[in-house]
């Protein structure tokens, strides 16, 4: 088996098995397109499909009950059900072979073909015509010209392909590290016990090993990667859009619509909904559409379609000078055969077709589009070692022009670990100061001591029954976690004073939890901002257990708990005096989860455990039992994220469902409020948590200047007045809903529509913020629903994270032009170096051979791609500018002033190398006994030329050094740490570029130079650094502020003078 795809086995003699067969093949087409008759009719509704699929239940009642199942498969049987329907797993792309790449690179490349055509072409006239220079036919080297143009095209393939290969098992390696967030799926599974006995289990496992017939959960957040019907009467919401198309979110039915689709999401449900796995892989639904667009391509990054349509304007031009050099140097070849009567020579004629395509070689700037994908591939996999998991390629070019970043606290701000601070419970406050408490024993871990044992087991259940997975038995997130840190903190005070440790067993809460017909359990919904749990005690009360928010549970409190588990009424001085304690709590950075539970009047017809269960959690009064507070630590790198975003011109706004009091602590922690608003902020950074007046007036400054704002605020202002009097300041909102956060998001946009905003989300309704915001930020322990509607996932959901990217994503800006500024330099200056060079001279060839050019090609596209686009990015270089505006060309103005002025250098001298430079070197002769005599070199002579060629290439490293130098801070010393793939790349150069001069010979139409002409060539072209260096000053220092302010000044009366509305205003 391979890829997770196996055919339909081939059916027995046995008959009831190959119907089973064909109906189970049928089920995701009955599931995909919700066919209810033919699922009541062929499959026999769900008692049918239990036995189709040979699910077992632990009793014969769930067969006819629908509303529940507790049952499974055999563990035994997975390795068969996976063989027989399939493993859930869709195969991957096929990667290509090396040798595929290659195949593709000359298939794409019309002019690459025409130079192969000539390069065969030379070696067979090579081989049967007298040579235009010595009058002859020579065997022996006839076809060496023609072999070594071959020669370089094998080399600029092989390269080019080596490249893609390298590209792909990049992104392969991201794709593969994608697949490992997903979250851990629900199943049970019958194992058999050492005495034969079969023992259901609940397990944890990948979403990629869930075979048909598994019994799974499903919860809020989920992303389906099968088809499945649902068992068990729950509140069931699904996102079927990508799947249907439908928009409005879809409540299932178990009689009218228990269809889950693959590729559909879950919005919304009890985590005690379970639904039987029908199809998995390519067999569902969506997995066999996915199938049929497996091999489409990933559309190109704007980015890339910048540089693509900048490139086919460069090749155009190439391709110009390609057509005029041969036009050049047949019209002279025709007027010295016509005039002269020089003979015709086929070789000249070819040479001079093949050096001409070269140009065009040349000039087209196939390396363009190649410095992206490279940059974008090696910053991926960068990033993915700095926690950064990029899901879409646009997201790291996006990222370097983002402006505001809109961030959660808990878990991105602060640690996901919490501690047990504070609990308030039967009236008293109880305060953790390391292992101290009051009236307890330092060497006592305590936190609670109350009054009897009942009053503890009580409290215990409130938290119990919320923070527990009962089929895990244990807690499945970080509230939870802190929460059950009361268990080993609560000690009983007996009558004689003496204090013992509380003892508390779980495990009959959990098997009530588990008894589907006596619990309804509703999971934490961060519009509710609380979780509800309904138990049938076996005294026969129903009772609601209900943790949250503060102001949303103790606002359905009628009365509390109080010694000796008596209840009292919540009056409004109980109310007034534990909203102040609330209120301590909150300014001291706390997290305070409310508990409470309520008994159910068994009358009333919303209960139900024995038949159909709420949708909706009862509304009923309830009893105060305790405010806990958790502690959350500030991560130690954010402080420092956040005064790297100011210097990097990022705005951050933290939006949280915390109290307003607990946001302002945390925001003043990490430095958010000293960074925003540090005059109105830093009398009250080290009082806040006292609770003292000059505080408190700190606070009421924030929140009057919009600095700070509560969610009710937000939701009662209209869009315009937010944005007219907030926008500007708002840094903190509080209490806010994911709603909220997605309108924060459209107001951004309509303050600046140039704006690039950030946002980070986790949960299920975070989903639709993620995607209208420019870069959505996932958490790794947020749902798949997140994750998928996310650009990036940051797999240690850290705020630092969304700081790498935008360092990332500017760095790969960056390196991009640093090609870009490289390539049109060299591009303009070999073409009209070929072309001059060949109208000047009278042997009417190009200086610039064709294994020549193709070997500036090499240097120019692949070389310099793989130097300049994967420089590492530097922090304070990077993070020390404000972000460009959204409108931003590729090239910049001081980048084309170095193209200008570096290339009208390089041009001038090697103009002045090919009119005289051969009289400034001497070669010597010897012999005949007379002295040794010296005389200049051949004008246009082999040695002339290789001078030439070696002066063109070396002038090429050098500017190498200056492309890297992009900012006025940059200097030509500094970041050499970051610069190794360069470094490397140069000496390579250089190497290779010695031994093609020194030992090429007629393959390179090269001859060996001296020890002083490669000391007068390095002289020559060291001058391109002076070159680059002035040039840098005096648009620095003396050109940038009049060329900016003239385009400026051009760019308004041009707006004034085609828009009469700014003339008015003005």
């Keep these: 088996m391979q890829g997770g795809h196996t055919s339909v086995p081939i059916c027995s003699a046995n008959t009831r ?87 593709e690179s000359v298939e794409g490349d019309r002019i690459l073909q025409l130079l192969i055509g000539s390069a065969v072409l030379s070696i067979v006239l090579g081989m049967i015509t007298p040579d235009y220079q010595e009058g002859k036919v020579d065997l022996s080297t006839g076809w060496v010209e023609g072999a070594a143009i071959f020669l370089s095209v094998v080399i600029v393939v092989t390269l080019g392909a080596l490249n893609n290969y390298r590209k792909q098992e990049q992104f392969a ?51 389906l990667t099968f088809d499945a019907i649902l068992f068990g009467n729950r509140h069931v919401v699904c996102d079927e859009c990508s799947v249907t198309g439908e928009n409005e979110e879809i409540v299932k039915d178990l009689h009218s619509d228990p269809f889950l689709i693959s590729g559909s999401s879950i919005l919304d449900g009890s985590s005690d909904a379970v639904a039987v796995v029908c199809a998995v892989g390519e067999r569902s639904f969506a997995g066999e559409i996915a199938m049929t667009i497996h091999g489409t391509e990933k559309r190109n990054t704007p980015l890339q379609d910048q540089l693509e349509a900048l490139a086919e304007r460069i090749g155009k031009f190439g391709l110009l000078a390609a057509v005029l050099t041969f036009t050049a140097l047949f019209v002279k070849e025709a007027y010295r055969i016509v005039v002269y009567g020089s003979p015709f020579s086929a070789m000249k004629f070819f040479e001079n077709l093949t050096t001409a395509i070269a140009i065009a070689v040349v000039a087209v700037p196939e390396g363009l589009p190649l410095s992206v994908t490279i940059s974008l591939a090696y910053s991926m996999r960068r990033m993915l070692q700095d926690g950064n998991l990029v899901r879409h390629l646009a997201a790291c070019e996006t990222m370097g022009g983002a402006t505001v970043l809109c961030t959660d606290k808990t878990g991105t701000i602060t640690l996901p670990e919490m501690k047990l601070a504070r609990i308030f419970f039967e009236g008293r406050n109880y305060l953790r100061e390391g292992n101290n408490l009051n009236g307890i024993k330092p060497s006592l871990d305590a936190i609670v001591t109350v009054s009897s044992p009942h009053s503890a087991a009580h409290l215990m259940e409130c938290v119990a029954a919320n923070a527990l997975d009962p089929e895990l038995g244990r807690v499945r997130s970080k509230t939870g976690e802190a929460l059950m840190q009361l268990k ?16 508390y067993d779980e495990e009959p809460l959990l098997a009530i939890m588990r008894d589907e017909s006596s619990c309804v359990r509703f999971p934490f919904s961060s519009l509710q901002k609380k979780s509800t749990t309904v138990l049938k005690l076996p005294n026969g009360i129903c009772r609601v257990y209900v943790s949250g928010a503060p102001e949303m549970v103790l606002a359905a409190c009628q009365s509390v708990v109080v010694e000796n588990d008596r209840l009292a009424p919540l009056d409004d001085e109980r109310r007034v005096y534990y909203e102040s304690v609330l209120q301590d709590y909150a300014e001291a950075g706390l997290r305070t989860v409310c508990c409470a539970y309520g008994d159910i009047n068994p009358l009333e017809e919303a209960v139900g455990l024995s038949g159909m269960m709420p949708l909706t959690p009862p509304n009923v009064p309830l009893t105060f039992v305790a405010l806990i507070a958790l502690e959350e630590a500030i991560r130690p790198e954010v402080p420092r994220s956040l005064e790297l975003c100011a210097r990097a011109g990022l705005r951050v706004i933290m939006i949280t469902g915390d109290a307003t009091l607990t946001a302002i602590n945390i925001a003043a922690r990490c430095g958010l409020l000293d960074l925003a608003r540090p005059s109105a902020f830093d009398t009250c950074h080290t009082s806040l948590s006292l609770g003292s007046p000059t505080s408190l007036r700190a606070v009421e400054t924030l929140i009057a200047e919009g600095y700070v704002m509560s969610g009710a605020d937000f939701r009662s202002l209209k869009d315009k007045e937010f944005v007219d009097k907030f926008m500007l300041n708002i840094c903190v909102l509080a209490r806010a809903t994911p709603l909220d956060k997605k309108r924060v998001l459209r107001l951004l946009k309509l303050h600046n529509p140039l704006a690039v905003v950030a946002v980070t989300g986790d949960g299920t309704n975070d989903a639709p913020a ?19 509607a996310s650009d990036i996932v940051l797999l240690d959901n850290n ?27 060299v591009n303009c200056v070999a073409c009209l170096i ?46 020390s500018r404000p972000p460009e505006s959204r409108n931003a060309p590729v090239i910049l103005p001081s980048m084309w002033f170095q193209v200008v002025t570096q290339g009208g250098f390089q041009f001038l001298l090697q103009m002045h190398l090919l009119f005289s430079g051969n009289k400034h070197f001497k070669t010597k002769h010897v012999g005949g006994g007379l002295p040794d005599s010296f005389s200049t070199i051949e004008y246009f002579g082999p040695k002339h030329l290789s001078i030439v060629f070696n002066v063109f290439v070396i002038m090429q490293v050098m500017n190498f050094f200056n492309a890297r130098l992009l900012t006025q801070d940059e200097t030509f010393f500094g970041r050499w740490g970051d610069s190794s793939g360069l470094l490397l790349i140069v000496s390579l150069i250089v190497v290779l570029q010695v031994c093609i001069v020194q030992y090429g010979g007629r393959l390179m139409s090269t001859v060996p130079l001296t020890a002083h002409e490669w000391m007068v060539c390095v002289m020559y072209a060291i001058w391109s650094l002076v070159v680059g260096a002035v040039s840098r000053w005096w648009w620095w220092k003396v050109l940038r502020g009049k060329v900016c302010g003239t385009a400026h000044w051009t760019r308004w009366h041009l707006e004034k003078l085609f828009n009469p509305s700014i003339a008015k205003r003005n």
Aim: proline share 3%.
């Design 17 to 103: 098995e190959c119907a089973a067969d064909a109906l189970i093949t049928a089920l995701p087409d009955i599931i995909g397109h919700k066919r209810i008759e033919r699922f009541s009719s062929e499959i026999a509704g769900h008692q049918g499909l239990l036995s189709l699929l040979d699910v077992h239940c632990e009793n014969l009642t769930a067969w006819n009950n629908i509303h529940g199942i507790r049952g499974g498969i055999l563990d035994i049987s997975v390795h068969e059900r996976r063989k027989r329907f399939g493993a859930n797993y869709l195969a991957r792309i096929p990667k290509k072979s090396f040798i595929s790449f290659v195949k």
């Design 173 to 223: 390696h991201v794709i593969e590290s994608e697949d490992r967030t997903r979250q851990l799926v629900l199943v049970w599974r019958y194992e058999t016990a050492p005495g034969g006995e079969l023992l259901l289990r609940p397990m944890e496992i990948h979403s990629a090993d869930v075979v048909v017939g598994d019994v799974v959960q499903i919860s809020a957040g989920m992303e």
């Design 488 to 503: 080993s903190s609560i000690y009983v005070v007996a009558e004689d004073g003496h204090i013992t440790p509380f003892s």
């Design 770 to 788: 993620l995607k209208t915001s420019d870069v959505g930020f996932a958490m790794n322990t947020g749902s798949d629903v997140a994750k998928r």
């Design 799 to 825: 705020f630092a994270g969304m700081v790498k990217a935008t360092m990332w994503g500017r760095n790969v800006k960056d390196n991009i032009r640093k090609f870009l500024q490289f390539q049109l330099t």
């Design 834 to 879: 070929a072309f001059s060079g060949a109208l000047m001279n009278e042997q009417n060839v190009s200086p610039l051979k064709p294994v020549q050019l193709l070997w500036l090609n090499l240097i120019m596209d692949t070389l310099a791609a793989l130097a300049l686009a994967t420089e590492l990015p530097s922090e304070s270089a990077l993070l």
